[in-house]
């Protein structure tokens, strides 16, 4: 969460290159870390939000930066396809469904920097679909227990 957070507010806050490109590098060792401590503990969430904040900074990193070479552009879409495929698992692993939205939207925007347009508007439509899903459940997640708070409430 302290990583996610310097990252959003480096992308906030005016910064250079040269610090943005060794921020980037620092946290992406420090996410890297990260996963492989808690990878193999029993809760695997914060190792799939450690891959995805690194599947993140890849591909903005992919997309922001036209002047990577090709072998190292194909390399760093490689290594994004990765984090972002072991993030979605960890969190399928964990149960969480919302989280899984990030690694769902980075693995189209893959797609899409790949020129796979139609994979990528597809897998586009299924992460809206998803979305949709997840907010309609969790609304009758909170209905649900909405009504069971009040049917505790004593009458008077």
Sequence with gaps: NELRSEVQRAEREPISSADWRA???RILGELDQLAEQVELESDFAPAARAKALSAHLNVEHLEGDPSLPPDERSELARTALRQAHESLELFDRAGHLTPRLEPQWLLARLERLGGEREKARADFRRLLADAHLI??????????KAVAAAQEVPTQ
């Design 135 to 144: 907010t309609a459940t969790s609304l009758v997640d909170a209905a649900e």
């Design 23 to 25: 921020l980037r590098e």
